[in-house]
């Protein structure tokens, strides 16, 4: 069965960084595009970072771009999301997902990871 595991959240201090890593399992790792998406609390689900299959293109959402990275290790089934120069409005609980297109649109991905909390103090 399919299963995406995110890890490395936490509490961090505004300025700080953080990264996240997602291990996925059970799929073809390298024939999906990843995402990143987040969700605080009473507020929607949003696109946070996407990266193709290779992990030759990436993307960002506007609130994030040139703050956070996205890359991927196929070897290693893993995806990883840089988070540096974090903001309390970055405070929420990131989920990791597999898409079989590169996309920005939460309904688009087919495996999502339980989620991981991160917290950013002021």
């Known amino acids: 069965q399919v299963q995406v595991v995110e890890s490395g959240g936490g509490l961090v201090q505004a300025g700080g960084s953080l990264r996240l890593s997602c291990a996925a399992s059970g799929l073809s790792f390298s024939n999906y595009a990843m995402g990143w998406f987040r969700q605080a609390p009473g507020e929607e689900r949003t696109f946070v970072a996407r990266i193709t299959r290779s992990g030759g293109i990436t993307g960002y959402a506007d609130s994030v771009k040139g703050r956070f990275t996205i890359s991927r290790d196929n070897a290693k089934n893993t995806v990883y999301l840089q988070m540096n120069s974090l903001k309390p409005e970055d405070t929420a609980v990131y989920y990791c997902?597999?898409?079989?297109?590169?996309?920005?649109?939460?309904?688009?991905?087919?495996?999502w990871g339980q989620g991981t909390q991160v917290t950013v103090s002021s």
């Open positions: 997902a597999a898409a079989t297109r590169y996309s920005t649109i939460a309904t688009t991905y087919d495996y």
